[in-house]
């Protein structure tokens, strides 16, 4: 453990980190000999990424200066504007924000590949509209039809069809996989290898999934009806819904909406996400003020105030407060987490007929 002793103890400290490293290179079989490492921090240490934050901190602010909206992992950095005006101006205000975001870079010994930079346009409406190029250092970046966001995919109409397909056919390959180790492994080892290859990739940022057509959703309980039929060794023409109750599985609908309600909780509470606050509002009632906290209602968003490119439904600030809306008086004034958890699963297992 490192104690601090004042300020400047602990940027010396920090100074000696990140300086004396070396590194070498290896090709042919051959290494080179060990040349002095001038920038950057070791790789592996748990100090690292919070030197790597600190060293990257100056460029959100540059990002927010312009008024532009962004997220950050790791070294992947994701700026978004939304306009009511023409889109010529926001790509206006985007271009600004690179060319600044370039030249800071430039100064901090770091490199903005334009190659691998690219931008989406999601409007609100299917009209054809001639979209304006977005130029960075003088190079115009390509419009793209789709976009990958920490694995998924993402369209310019938000319709998930391809990255449905996508998770379906890895998923189903993970399927054969467990297939193929049924002979080897008892059924409790057969369970947790189809949660750890099959499972994990449909509840992977299934909330996006909320109001997608049912025979969108269909594709998904394929995958889970097949995973089930392998765990209980059963033949594919079986009855799933048995299957399910037996191995406690809730259908894909329902853990999408398990997904949402869960994080929605989360957030109320101040343990989610600080950037999805803001769209759920509680309902406020000048003339029953103390009733409406008590019973924790959430206020869901009108037409006019929430405009997509998909139907209005599957937006979180209107998703989430209408299923929130619908639990029972004690799930949504649960005391904690746990509670919450294992009440909203026991509910929905009900709905599904499970319990």
Request: net charge positive.
């Amino acid at each position: 453990m490192v104690s601090y002793c004042g300020a400047s103890r602990g940027w010396e400290w920090e100074a000696l980190f990140c300086s004396g490293s070396t590194f070498r290179g290896v090709g042919g079989g051959q290494r080179s000999t060990l040349r002095a490492l001038t920038c950057g921090v070791p790789q592996g240490l748990v100090l690292s990424p919070l030197l790597f934050n600190i060293y990257m901190k100056p460029l959100g602010e540059i990002i927010r200066g312009f008024g532009v909206r962004y997220h950050q992992y790791a070294d992947d950095t994701q700026l978004y504007i939304s306009t009511p005006n023409q889109i010529s101006d926001a790509l206006s205000v985007i271009s600004h924000c690179l060319d600044a975001v370039q030249i800071w870079m430039g100064r901090n010994k770091l490199q903005l590949n334009p190659a691998k930079t690219e931008w989406l346009c999601i409007q609100a409406s299917r009209t054809s509209q001639q979209i304006p190029s977005l130029v960075i250092g003088g190079e115009v970046l390509p419009l793209v039809d789709r976009a990958q966001n920490l694995g998924v995919l993402l369209d310019s109409w938000l319709g998930l069809e391809e990255q449905v397909g996508a998770v379906t056919r890895g998923a189903f390959a993970q399927v054969r996989l467990v297939h193929q180790l049924h002979p080897y492994l008892d059924r409790d080892a057969l369970r947790m290898v189809t949660h750890a290859l099959v499972t994990s990739r449909l509840d992977y940022c299934n909330a996006l999934y909320l109001g997608l057509p049912l025979h969108t959703i269909r594709r998904f309980q394929l995958v889970q009806n097949a995973a089930a039929r392998v765990v209980m060794g059963v033949s594919w023409y079986t009855h799933v819904m048995p299957l399910l109750r037996e191995l406690h599985w809730l259908p894909v609908a329902l853990r999408v909406r398990f997904k949402v309600l869960v994080l929605t909780f989360k957030v109320l509470h101040g343990l989610g996400p600080g950037y999805l606050r803001e769209h759920l509002l509680l309902t406020s009632n000048a003339d029953r003020p103390v009733r409406v906290h008590r019973l924790g209602l959430l206020r869901v968003l009108s037409t006019r105030q929430c405009w997509l490119a998909v139907p209005r439904g599957r937006a979180y600030s209107v998703a989430a407060p209408t299923l929130w809306n619908q639990l029972p008086l004690g799930l949504r004034l649960a005391p904690d987490l746990c509670s919450f958890h294992h009440d909203l699963k026991t509910r929905l297992f009900e709905q599904a007929g499970l319990d």
